[in-house]
């Protein structure tokens, strides 16, 4: 919103500007008045808009033409004063005061204009006749107001007016000539009409259009109001009215009809409160808030509330129920941006479906990315689909969780973090991406479709640790040894990827570990990429067993993307792991299924123990214990602590086994 308002009364000698200004101070008609009022400002509180206001007056025998050029210039909006019995006073509003404001102003920003005629008490029939002409001549001229300083009629409207021209001004809404809404305007209110649209049918049903008016205006339409605008609408406009809701024609005419008879304040509030400024652009502090800090060490997520948001999003515009987006759907979904802000490369970095649409697993996948990789992006991305309206929240800001600082992490042994972040390097040609796109469940046949320029250096999906779901966020860092910046190394984990299948491959893993982590806390851990080819002796003074065993990092792992199916993600499951656990050392790292650890493992995720435990929570969480439940519930506790002693005694046994080794 403006910080002030400056209103600037100019005109002939004598029309009564500076007996305008005194009764409106005084509120009686002055019978003395000087040539030239002092400089007053109203305080913001009595003021009907509330916002401070500086009246200014001006004399021809107190100021020079110099004083009057400048004055023109500050003012933010101008009256210009004629006496109605004056007619010289009349016709010198267009041949000297109006040319005179346009040398003075911008050509683009001109200063809105109000006519005013004084001294209505002097004469019976009005100057409008003479004045209408005039309006539909200028179009800077806001509107035209008949008053008397004498008698006090029409003098706090005529401020009113000039503040309102300031504060609601037509011109960036409305073209008189065309009598039509501007098209920045129709866009603006366009996608504050999709944003309202919760189910996006197309039409505001009777609980949009309440929600609608209690974000704008803090009030919801009483139910005979809320037919009445419908009625209106109906008699004007054909499709107007849907379903016994407003479509966005009908939408749009509404807000014509309010701008013509000079409400525009009531479409001015809409659009400010969807974050428009008065140039019909979405504000910095709307889109950018700047209460959101994030120290070094500490990342950003999106919060509960803001996934419910970004679910509800998603599920609006997924059409057909499929779970993905298609084109259209994604095309919808981005319509209410000012650009399309998710190129091709998307769909390779997180999960798609059979089609390459992304999915609702891949679409929540992006937002993560987006809101760790780049905050103020996220934001920025938020206030286009308008969260903090929806939501009821201060701002975006309120969407995001800065997480704790690492290092107390670190310090406690543990994490209330749910991304975490794999830089994954290795020589050219290694296989890095194979591995960042078998994240995605991609197959090298499959692969092998994407073209080179839509590839992505990121890939992002979920992983459960123990029963929760977590984000890995893998990251490709560019193979060029020498330009490795502190974004590249900082990370919760690192992999090192080597072609098992070439002799050469191994070495770049080795230096890249022993120049940058071997004296950090990241945990590393080495991939044995292509193993579906012929293994061959690597060319350097350890093998990779032998160099992992010295440096204590788990053994390599062995990777293959080149499978029938999906390929296996079992590895990304220990990289998540061993990013959320960095000070746990776990010594069995091998996907054999044969060791007791593997076991363990497989046991705790058999579905026995899951719907054990499902069924579990199910029965303590359920309100309404009946009495078949209770025996039910009973009977599937016995059966829980019986699996939870079994798991217990299960680890204890390969701790035992472990230590043996
Ligand atoms: P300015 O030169 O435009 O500032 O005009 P003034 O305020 O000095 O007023 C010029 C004369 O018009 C004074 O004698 C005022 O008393 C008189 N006057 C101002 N406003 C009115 C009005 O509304 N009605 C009548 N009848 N006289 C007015
Ligand atoms: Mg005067």
Same mark, same amino acid.
């Given at each position: 919103?403006?910080?002030?308002?400056?209103?600037?009364?100019?005109?002939?000698?004598?029309?009564?500007?500076?007996?305008?200004?005194?009764?409106?101070?005084?509120?009686?008609?002055?019978?003395?008045?000087?040539?030239?009022?002092?400089? =007053?400002? =109203?305080?913001?509180?009595?003021?009907?808009? @509330?916002?401070?206001?500086?009246?200014?007056?001006?004399?021809?025998?107190?100021?020079?033409?110099?004083?009057?050029?400048?004055?023109?210039?500050?003012?933010?909006?101008?009256?210009?004063?004629?006496?109605?019995?004056?007619?010289?006073?009349?016709?010198?509003?267009?041949?000297?005061?109006?040319?005179?404001?346009?040398?003075?102003?911008?050509?683009?920003?001109?200063?809105?204009?109000?006519?005013?005629?004084?001294?209505?008490?002097?004469?019976?029939?009005?100057?409008?006749?003479?004045?209408?002409?005039?309006?539909?001549?200028?179009?800077?001229?806001?509107?035209?107001?008949?008053?008397?300083?004498?008698?006090?009629?029409?003098?706090?409207?005529?401020?009113?007016?000039?503040?309102?021209?300031?504060?609601?001004?037509?011109?960036?809404?409305?073209?008189?000539?065309?009598?039509?809404?501007?098209?920045? %305007?129709?866009?603006?209110?366009? $996608?504050?009409?999709?944003?309202?649209?919760?189910?996006?049918?197309?039409?505001?049903?009777?609980?949009?259009?309440?929600?609608?008016?209690?974000?704008? *205006?803090?009030?919801?339409?009483?139910?005979?109001?809320?037919?009445?605008?419908?009625?209106?609408?109906?008699?004007?406009?054909?499709?107007?009215?849907?379903?016994?809701?407003?479509?966005?024609?009908?939408?749009? *005419?509404?807000?014509?009809?309010?701008?013509?008879?000079?409400?525009?304040?009531?479409?001015?509030?809409?659009?400010?409160?969807?974050?428009?400024?008065?140039?019909?652009?979405?504000?910095?502090?709307?889109?950018?808030?700047?209460?959101?800090?994030?120290?070094?060490?500490?990342?950003?997520?999106?919060?509960?509330?803001?996934?419910?948001?970004?679910?509800?999003?998603?599920?609006?515009?997924?059409?057909?129920?499929?779970?993905?987006?298609?084109?259209?759907?994604?095309?919808?979904?981005?319509?209410?941006?000012?650009?399309?802000? #998710?190129?091709?490369?998307?769909?390779?970095?997180?999960?798609?479906?059979?089609?390459? #649409?992304?999915?609702?697993?891949?679409?929540?996948?992006?937002?993560?990315?987006?809101?760790?990789?780049?905050?103020?992006?996220?934001?920025?991305?938020?206030?286009?689909?308008?969260?903090?309206?929806?939501?009821?929240?201060?701002?975006?800001?309120?969407?995001?969780?800065?997480?704790?600082?690492?290092?107390?992490?670190?310090?406690?042994?543990?994490?209330?973090?749910?991304?975490?972040?794999?830089?994954?390097?290795?020589?050219?040609?290694?296989?890095?991406?194979?591995?960042?796109?078998?994240?995605?469940? @991609?197959?090298?046949? $499959?692969?092998?479709?994407?073209?080179?320029?839509?590839?992505?250096?990121?890939? =992002?999906?979920?992983?459960?640790?123990?029963?929760?779901?977590?984000?890995?966020?893998?990251?490709?860092?560019?193979?060029?040894?020498?330009?490795?910046?502190?974004?590249?190394?900082?990370?919760?984990?690192?992999?090192?990827?080597?072609?098992?299948?070439?002799?050469?491959?191994?070495?770049? %893993?080795?230096?890249?570990?022993?120049?940058?982590?071997?004296?950090?806390?990241?945990?590393?851990?080495?991939?044995?990429?292509?193993?579906?080819?012929?293994?061959?002796?690597?060319?350097?003074?350890?093998?990779?067993?032998?160099?992992?065993?010295?440096?204590?990092?788990?053994?390599?792992?062995?990777?293959?993307?080149?499978?029938?199916?999906?390929?296996?993600?079992?590895?990304?499951?220990?990289?998540?792991?061993?990013?959320?656990?960095?000070?746990?050392?776990?010594?069995?790292?091998?996907?054999?299924?044969?060791?007791?650890?593997?076991?363990?493992?497989?046991? =705790?995720?058999?579905?026995?123990?899951?719907?054990?435990?499902?069924?579990?929570?199910?029965?303590?969480?359920?309100?309404?214990?009946?009495?078949?439940?209770?025996?039910?519930?009973?009977? #599937?506790?016995?059966?829980?602590?019986?699996?939870?002693?079994?798991?217990?005694?299960?680890?204890?046994?390969?701790?035992?086994?472990?230590?043996? @080794?």
């Amino acid at each position: 919103m403006r910080k002030d308002v400056r209103i600037l009364l100019v005109g002939e000698p004598k029309v009564g500007k500076t007996s305008l200004i005194m009764s409106l101070v005084s509120e009686e008609f002055p019978q003395v008045v000087p040539y030239r009022a002092e400089e =007053i400002t =109203i305080p913001a509180d009595v003021t009907p808009e @509330r916002v401070p206001t500086h009246i200014v007056d001006y004399s021809e025998a107190e100021q020079t033409d110099e004083q009057l050029s400048s004055e023109i210039s500050k003012a933010n909006v101008i009256c210009i004063v004629y006496a109605v019995n004056n007619k010289k006073s009349i016709e010198k509003v267009t041949s000297h005061w109006i040319p005179l404001i346009n040398e003075n102003t911008d050509k683009d920003s001109r200063v809105p204009v109000i006519l005013v005629g004084n001294k209505s008490d002097l004469v019976e029939h009005s100057s409008m006749e003479t004045i209408l002409p005039v309006m539909n001549q200028y179009t800077e001229i806001e509107t035209c107001v008949e008053c008397s300083a004498k008698n006090l009629k029409n003098i706090s409207e005529l401020f009113y007016y000039a503040q309102k021209a300031v504060l609601h001004p037509t011109g960036p809404l409305y073209c008189p000539e065309e009598k039509r809404m501007k098209p920045a %305007c129709i866009k603006a209110l366009t $996608r504050i009409f999709k944003i309202s649209d919760l189910d996006n049918d197309g039409i505001l049903n009777d609980n949009e259009l309440n929600f609608f008016q209690r974000t704008c *205006f803090n009030a919801p339409l009483a139910s005979q109001a809320l037919e009445d605008v419908k009625n209106v609408v109906r008699k004007n406009v054909i499709d107007g009215v849907c379903d016994n809701g407003l479509t966005l024609k009908g939408f749009l *005419f509404l807000h014509t009809l309010f701008i013509q008879r000079g409400r525009h304040e009531t479409t001015w509030t809409v659009l400010r409160r969807f974050g428009y400024d008065d140039d019909l652009e979405l504000h910095q502090d709307y889109l950018f808030p700047l209460t959101l800090k994030v120290p070094p060490d500490c990342t950003t997520e999106l919060n509960h509330n803001a996934y419910l948001f970004l679910q509800s999003v998603f599920d609006k515009h997924d059409k057909d129920r499929d779970c993905a987006l298609s084109p259209e759907e994604l095309k919808d979904l981005f319509d209410v941006f000012p650009y399309m802000p #998710w190129g091709p490369d998307v769909n390779n970095t997180v999960c798609t479906n059979d089609e390459g #649409w992304i999915t609702y697993q891949g679409y929540l996948s992006q937002w993560t990315l987006t809101t760790y990789l780049d905050v103020q992006r996220c934001l920025e991305y938020l206030g286009y689909l308008g969260y903090s309206i929806i939501s009821e929240q201060e701002s975006q800001a309120a969407a995001i969780t800065v997480t704790r600082d690492k290092k107390i992490d670190l310090q406690k042994k543990q994490t209330q973090r749910s991304v975490f972040r794999c830089n994954i390097f290795g020589d050219s040609g290694s296989g890095k991406s194979g591995f960042l796109q078998a994240f995605l469940g @991609r197959n090298l046949t $499959r692969q092998n479709t994407v073209s080179e320029e839509h590839m992505s250096y990121y890939a =992002i999906s979920t992983a459960y640790v123990y029963g929760q779901e977590k984000y890995l966020l893998l990251h490709e860092v560019f193979s060029d040894f020498d330009v490795l910046s502190d974004t590249d190394l900082a990370c919760d984990i690192v992999c090192l990827v080597y072609d098992a299948s070439n002799p050469h491959s191994f070495e770049y %893993c080795a230096r890249v570990f022993k120049q940058y982590f071997m004296d950090t806390k990241t945990p590393c851990m080495m991939i044995a990429a292509k193993s579906d080819l012929q293994e061959t002796k690597q060319l350097y003074a350890l093998t990779p067993l032998e160099f992992c065993r010295k440096h204590k990092m788990p053994p390599p792992q062995a990777f293959t993307c080149n499978t029938a199916d999906a390929p296996c993600k079992d590895i990304y499951t220990k990289l998540t792991t061993m990013a959320m656990h960095p000070h746990a050392r776990l010594r069995c790292m091998c996907t054999c299924n044969r060791c007791t650890f593997c076991h363990l493992q497989n046991f =705790i995720n058999s579905e026995l123990v899951q719907t054990v435990k499902a069924k579990l929570y199910s029965a303590i969480l359920s309100r309404h214990v009946t009495q078949a439940d209770l025996k039910s519930s009973t009977f #599937w506790l016995r059966v829980s602590v019986g699996a939870t002693v079994f798991a217990v005694l299960g680890f204890a046994m390969c701790r035992v086994l472990l230590k043996q @080794r």
